[in-house]
């Protein structure tokens, strides 16, 4: 049996499900950020949660707002605050960029997912989205099935 390389190994990363049924995403991002020591360990072990939080800015700098990594458990006394704000690496031009979006009306700047890039550097895709509304969200949910009942019967005349 080979050894498993790079390619095969998963990293883990923690995804906001709920961004993409409740927001139109816009516009899409990739920032640094950071993190203490135990927070890294946390998320390698895939203890992080997305949900509830969002991005703001602040005197010029991107903070993460609302996300929980969990608290690594051999940290001890050196744990972190799990709901802390954290700080996002993000280019002065990008940031101008992204605070003019949000002053307009209904834009919001949402974190789609955590993840450990090849260089082994925590990143946070990061999205400027609207708010969907109801209608919009049964929309996507009819055409999404109606996409299933194609590809059912395609596939039975296929054989």
């Excluded at 993190?35 to 360990?41: M, T």
């Excluded at 895939?46 to 903070?63: I, P, T």
């Excluded at 990008?94 to 997912?113: M, S």
């Excluded at 955590?114 to 969200?137: H, M, P, S, W």
Aim: proline share 2%.
């Amino acid at each position: 049996m080979a050894a498993k390389s790079d390619k095969d190994k998963k990293t883990p990363e923690a995804v906001n499900k709920k961004a993409y049924r409740n927001f139109e995403i816009i516009d899409k991002f990739e920032a640094g950020i950071e993190l203490l020591g135990s927070e890294v360990k946390s998320l390698r072990t895939g203890q992080a949660d997305l949900s509830g939080s969002y991005a703001r800015v602040e005197n010029q700098q991107c903070w993460l707002v609302g996300a929980n990594i969990a608290q690594y458990q051999q940290a001890g006394i050196a744990n972190h605050e799990p709901t802390r704000k954290r700080k996002l690496l993000l280019h002065k031009n990008e940031i101008y960029k992204i605070k003019v979006k949000l002053e307009q009306r209904g834009f919001t700047f949402v974190p789609l997912r955590i993840y450990f890039n090849n260089r082994g550097l925590a990143k946070v895709e990061l999205a400027l989205a609207k708010g969907k509304r109801q209608y919009d969200k049964r929309k996507t949910i009819a055409e999404r099935q109606q996409k299933r009942d194609i590809d059912r019967d395609v596939k039975k005349y296929r054989r």
